[in-house]
């Protein structure tokens, strides 16, 4: 067969998709379980973080809401938002810490 009629064949095409789904599949698992892996690695940094900062009680509020946030999320297997939440979570201790807001105890 030609390149053209290869191109053509409908059989062959179809085990070209069906590979390339497959692939595509074993990359999404893998991003998955990467964005899993960063957001529970995150997740455990910033829930002890927030065990050693004391201050502004709206600040400490929105980092625990966000935290609980984080986890609700993963529990979902909402992933994105899980993360989201954390890098929040972290945000707003950085903030809060570099404003002095928060202190942390030693």
């Not at 191109?7 to 069906?18: A, G, H, I």
């Not at 502004?56 to 980092?63: P, Q, R, S, T, Y």
């Amino acid at each position: 067969m030609s390149p053209k009629e290869t191109d053509m064949d409908p059989e062959k095409n179809r085990e070209d998709s069906s590979e390339m789904i497959a692939e595509k599949k074993n990359i999404d698992r893998s991003l998955e379980e990467d964005l899993q892996m960063e957001t529970l690695k995150w997740l455990k940094k910033a829930e002890e973080l927030y065990c050693q900062i004391s201050g502004d009680e709206h600040f400490l509020e929105n980092v625990s809401a966000y935290i609980r946030d984080s986890h609700y999320f993963l529990e979902k297997k909402d992933l994105i938002r899980a993360f989201e939440a954390v890098i929040w979570a972290w945000a707003w201790m950085e903030i809060g810490l570099e404003k002095e807001m928060l202190k942390q105890r030693e």
